[in-house]
């Protein structure tokens, strides 16, 4: 070891990992359970110079925490008068083993350009106060959160972002007026603390990890090339949470715990969080950590929790003031991907994972992911096409439950375009439309391509990067997500915090859910259905302090020839009126600026008519029956799309998805 300038220490009263500042100096901790004795030793970071090396022994240990307390007086002198010692310094701990980076870092230095390491990588200390101001956590609960994931670089760093901190913090808070336009409440970021991007530990040297689930982390650490001014990520990291909050969005992390991280080490990581930068949740892995002890902690009681499942035997517990569990894994994505495709015995399980709420704990559910196809390329490729990931193809998932709609990858063919932005549209309403908390893959609103590439996990480049420009070209499709989500939020009967009771418990002469087929009351759950319909009564759903939302009634069809629906009796003093077609690319509008275009357009439609009516009139008077009876079909089309009353059967398209809604006859 080192012995070069020696100090000496006092025992410091930290009893958990990281560092602690006082008036009068810091306190270092480390958790070293298999050592007697380490050295901590402190660094000049602008000249990677070592000032001083401290010998830490059994005398300076609480429990299996190595904790020294060092003044400030101790340090000046190794500065220049006008440098800030907590600012200019860095530490790195050193065992028999050699030196290494303290795993609960709250800044690191050295990782300043992203995939591009300069120097040794030191440790670093976070001691500016923050004014957080009047910041508090928003605890949404998962019934009204819409999570919309993210990477933090590629979200904006192409060009087509036009913000002026591409790939950064920064520039997510450049985009906060894109969020509210599409509506979205939360977003879930993927990996944003410390991370190598090196892939030398698993042997691979000709790519690097750009996704950022890596053998090395420094979980406590925010992430230093994803901010604009280097020197303070932590800073940097502060604002963005604190912007976002401020126009109702909570900020969740991605923390991929490596196999064998101590469980006390990943709970103490996780309030670090949770008390300096107000995060409000977190995804993990249950491969590598008890997610219910997480869970569980009294400290965490008011943060989300995401996992695949519940690890312990005893449920989550019921009737919390704060529901912070949910299962966010892959069942519902499978499912749905199947539907879509048209897959045979799928209609049963689409029924339940659509509709299916837990009492004890909220459910998350995608379709897609950062692990496999966005959404556009779900309905573009039958086969994945990774080969620029270097591996020969071989990565990735093998089974995606895509289909490529009649051509494999980009084609002009306006019938295969057409399906496929269909096929956008009906993934996006059941998406939106489910029971429990929705979550949008980013770039997905506007037909994000990965070139069929289903595992992008080194592309830190185009193919990864979010192409704004696609925004004004599929502005089409963005509208389409933009509108269902606000559906979401206005009608209750969507989002619902507790498991429906398949019954009429309210005596009002409808259950609160039912299934149906072709006809009323009879689901069709044969291996060759691919069709079915699903009745909400909005009885159930409060709206406001004195009302109830409207009923609807939801038609799938996924065969490739249409279906002939008959639709259940509307409540009763009620009909029902078309809401949403996927196959029209039609949904009802809801908002008043919306409202007023449309009465714009039909204005101006039926002036158009009129003159028509009034030309053709004046060459066949003698024929007004005949008139009348030509001028219907325009007629009954009109009366359609303003909601008036239809027929109690309809015709659904192949691969199409309708909604109709009630209103009072």
Not at 62 to 91: R, T
Not at 299 to 311: A, F, H, P, R, Y
Not at 506 to 517: K, L, N, R, V
Not at 564 to 580: C, I, M, R, Y
């Amino acid at each position: 070891m080192n012995s070069k300038k020696e100090g000496t220490v006092t025992k410091g009263s930290a009893d958990k990992p990281g560092l602690m500042l006082s008036k009068e100096g810091i306190t270092f901790s480390v958790f070293l359970p298999a050592e007697k004795e380490c050295r901590l030793n402190l660094y000049h970071k602008a000249s990677g110079r070592q000032l001083i090396s401290f010998r830490l022994t059994e005398e300076v240990k609480n429990g299996n925490i190595f904790s020294a307390f060092i003044k400030y007086k101790q340090l000046k002198k190794y500065f220049e008068e006008q440098e800030d010692p907590v600012k200019s310094l860095g530490y790195l701990y050193e065992t028999r083993q050699g030196e290494f980076l303290d795993p609960g870092a709250a800044l690191v230095y050295g990782r300043e350009e992203f995939a591009k390491r300069e120097g040794r990588l030191l440790g670093g200390i976070s001691g500016k106060e923050y004014d957080w101001e009047e910041d508090r956590p928003i605890q949404s609960p998962f019934s009204d959160t819409l999570v919309y994931k993210l990477h933090v670089r590629g979200f904006t760093m192409d060009a087509s972002s036009k913000v002026q901190c591409p790939g950064t913090f920064l520039g997510i808070t450049e985009k906060i007026p894109y969020l509210k336009e599409l509506g979205v409440n939360c977003l879930l970021l993927m990996p944003a603390y410390e991370f190598d991007e090196s892939m030398k530990e698993e042997g691979i040297t000709d790519r690097i990890n750009y996704w950022g689930y890596s053998l090395l982390n420094s979980f406590f650490a925010p992430k230093a090339a994803y901010a604009y001014l280097k020197d303070e990520p932590d800073t940097e990291f502060k604002d963005m949470v604190k912007l976002l909050h401020q126009n109702g969005m909570e900020v969740m992390m991605e923390m991929n715990f490596t196999a064998g991280t101590n469980t006390v080490f990943a709970m103490e990581c996780l309030r670090h969080w949770v008390r300096d930068y107000h995060v409000d949740g977190f995804k993990l892995s249950n491969e590598t950590v008890p997610v219910s002890v997480l869970a569980s902690d009294p400290v965490l009681g008011s943060t989300k929790i995401l996992s695949e499942g519940w690890d312990y035997k005893t449920p989550p517990e019921k009737k919390k003031v704060f529901q912070n569990y949910a299962e966010c894994n892959n069942n519902y994505s499978n499912t749905c991907k199947r539907f879509l495709r048209g897959d045979e015995e799928q209609v049963k399980e689409f029924a339940r994972q659509f509709t299916c709420l837990c009492e004890e704990s909220g459910s998350v559910k995608y379709i897609t992911n950062h692990d496999g196809f966005t959404l556009i390329d779900l309905f573009s490729y039958d086969k994945k096409h990774n080969e620029a990931n270097g591996e020969n193809n071989r990565d990735g998932q093998e089974y995606n439950f895509s289909w490529n709609c009649g051509k494999e990858g980009r084609t002009g063919k306006s019938s295969v375009l057409e399906m496929r932005k269909r096929q956008v549209r009906n993934a996006f309403a059941i998406l939106l439309l489910s029971q429990g908390t929705p979550l949008i893959l980013s770039g997905d609103e506007f037909l994000n391509s990965q070139e069929g590439n289903n595992n992008p996990y080194c592309q830190d480049n185009k193919l990864s990067w979010l192409n704004w420009d696609n925004l004004i070209k599929e502005e089409e499709t963005f509208h389409w997500a933009k509108t269902l989500i606000h559906i979401r939020k206005e009608h209750p009967v969507f989002r619902r915090s507790e498991p429906f009771h398949y019954m009429d418990y309210i005596y009002c002469g409808m259950p609160d859910i039912s299934f149906h087929g072709t006809n009323p009351w009879y689901a069709e759950y044969d291996h060759y259905s691919r069709q079915l319909g699903v009745m909400l009564c909005g009885a159930y759903a409060r709206k406001g302090h004195t009302g109830f939302d409207d009923s609807f009634y939801l038609a799938f069809n996924f065969h490739w020839e249409s279906r002939e629906f008959h639709l259940p009796d509307a409540p009763s003093g009620e009909a029902w009126k078309l809401f949403l077609s996927t196959s029209e690319g039609y949904i009802e509008a809801e908002d008043e600026k919306e409202m007023v275009e449309r009465e714009k357009e039909a204005k101006e439609k039926e002036a158009k008519e009129k003159e028509a009516k009034e030309k053709e009139s004046k060459k066949i008077e003698t024929k007004k029956i005949e008139v009348k009876n030509a001028a219907m079909p325009e007629i009954k089309e009109a009366e359609e799309k303003v909601g008036k009353e239809i027929e109690k059967s309809f015709t659904l398209s192949a691969r199409s998805v309708r909604v109709y809604k009630s209103c009072k006859v």
